[in-house]
Nanobody, 124 residues
Framework: QVQLVDSGGGLVQPGGSLRLSCVASGSIASITTMAWHRQAPGKERDLVASIEKGGATKYADSVKGRFTISRDNAKNTMSLEMGSLKPEDAAVYYC??????????????????WGQGTQVTVSS
């Protein structure tokens, strides 16, 4: 099993910044893709940004130029630097990870895990 713990959410004024963090732990063989998603009340969960093991990144159009995703492969951690925050950025943010983990007998199998979510509120 692979567990993800995300953190860093909070209340910030429009135009402010926040840094979200995600830590993966467990019997990890490798993590290929890590990503941040967000879900506002009454809306679908949407992809915000993703980063591959080699460093390639993708961003939703709505956050390009304002958010920066990064990861530390050695520590199995990921961050999302969010700047110039807008009220429409308010949501519960979830991290995810895709990769391979070891079963009890040492067999590597595919996994996708999610963090528990961290609330971001943007309001004056």
């Amino acid at each position: 099993q692979v567990q993800l713990v995300d953190s860093g959410g909070g209340l910030v004024q429009p135009g402010g910044s926040l840094r979200l963090s995600c830590v993966a732990s467990g019997s990890i063989a490798s993590i290929t893709t890590m990503a941040w998603h967000r879900q506002a009340p009454g809306k679908e969960r949407d992809l915000v940004a993703s980063i591959e093991k080699g460093g390639a990144t993708k961003y939703a159009d709505s956050v390009k130029g304002r958010f920066t995703i990064s990861r530390d492969n050695a520590k199995n951690t990921m961050s999302l630097e969010m700047g110039s925050l807008k009220p429409e950025d308010a949501a519960v943010y979830y991290c995810s990870a895709d990769g391979l983990h070891y079963t009890d007998d040492g067999t590597p199998i595919v996994f996708r895990s999610w963090g528990q979510g961290t609330q971001v509120t943007v309001s004056s």
